[in-house]
């Protein structure tokens, strides 16, 4: 794995990546304190995405 650092466009996609991956998991759970759990790691993401778009800005 690289170790260099990520630059800001790098951490955004992760993040986007990261949201994806947990909504859907998120859609094929049966139990639903998994199911919300995800949407909780989903959302962290979401917030750390918006956060991180801020500074473009």
Do not use: T, V
């Amino acid at each position: 794995m690289n170790n260099k650092p990520m630059n800001l466009e790098e951490q955004l996609n992760q993040e986007k990546l990261m949201i994806k991956k947990y909504q859907e998991l998120s859609n094929c759970c049966q139990d639903s304190q998994l199911k919300d759990k995800c949407i909780e790691i989903a959302n962290k993401h979401q917030a750390r995405y918006n956060m991180l778009l801020s500074q473009l800005n």
